[in-house]
């Protein structure tokens, strides 16, 4: 009997333990139940994160791509940029230069034009007097004429003798050479057996080209200034030892106009 309740309490004891164990495994599954389902949400959480991550990546990576490309094409433009300014600093440099030169240049005109303007000035000034000298000469060729006015039958040898005795009247030092101009005027005058009318034609164009006097351009200026000095200088030259340093303008002028 003490056997059996042995075996009844060894029973029972086991029949706990069993409890327990059945209570310990169903608690152990529950646990890893919820285990495995936590686990598989992590896995499932950490598959979306890997996935956006990928994600995040790829765009990552293209973007990437994209900022190269465009690093690419400013390396290129910058290397432009850098071709055009060295360009520009030597075209700079050349206009500068230019410039330089340009300057001088300028600086060279204004001394020439005021060299000119002075010149101008001065033929302005030989203009004038030369008019002063040429209205003399029609004032006293107009006395004259009108003392010629009781020879009017006369030659035309005899208004190149009055105008040879007038100028001998009037020396100022070179009747000589303008005895000489009027010699040869007189003898190339003499075939053409001009009278006194045909002088009058001609001091009547001297009057018009005076009128006009200010069309006359600064060339004609200079070039009847210029054929005045050759004619002077002609004088001078065939001066001889009666001739003086003082020069008569007037009748050479006269001379010039006649002629």
């Known amino acids: 009997q003490s056997n059996n309740e042995n075996f009844q309490r060894k029973i029972k004891r086991l029949e706990d333990e069993n409890e327990n164990l059945k209570n310990e495994s169903i608690n152990l599954k529950k646990t890893f139940s919820e285990f495995e389902e936590n686990e598989r949400l992590r ?4 598959t979306k994160q890997l996935d956006a991550a990928n994600e995040k990546i790829c765009r990552l990576q293209h973007l990437l791509a994209k900022k190269t490309e465009e690093c690419g094409i400013q390396s290129f433009e910058v290397e432009r940029l850098l071709r055009e300014v060295a360009v520009r600093s030597n075209n700079e440099k050349a206009l500068t230069n230019e410039a330089i030169d340009l300057q001088q240049k300028l600086q060279d005109v204004l001394a020439m034009h005021e060299e000119l303007t002075a010149q101008v000035v001065e033929l302005q000034e030989r203009y004038t007097e030369v008019v002063a000298m040429l209205h003399d000469a029609e004032e006293e060729l107009r006395t004259y004429r009108q003392n010629q006015s009781a020879y009017r039958t006369s030659t035309p040898d005899s208004l190149y003798d009055s105008l040879a005795s007038e100028m001998e009247a009037s020396d100022t030092g070179f009747n000589t050479a303008v005895n000489k101009l009027l010699t040869k005027q007189h003898e190339s005058v003499r075939p053409k057996k001009e009278t006194i009318v045909d002088v009058s034609n ?15 351009s600064m060339m004609e200026t200079r070039s009847i200034a210029t054929v005045t000095d050759s004619v002077l200088e002609s004088a001078k030259v065939q001066q001889n030892s009666h001739n003086d340093d003082n020069l008569d303008d007037r009748w050479v002028i006269l001379y010039i106009r006649l002629e």
């Open 202 to 216: 001609k001091l009547d164009l001297l009057n018009g080209s005076c009128d006009r006097a200010d069309v006359v």
């Open 43 to 46: 896995i499932t959480e950490w």
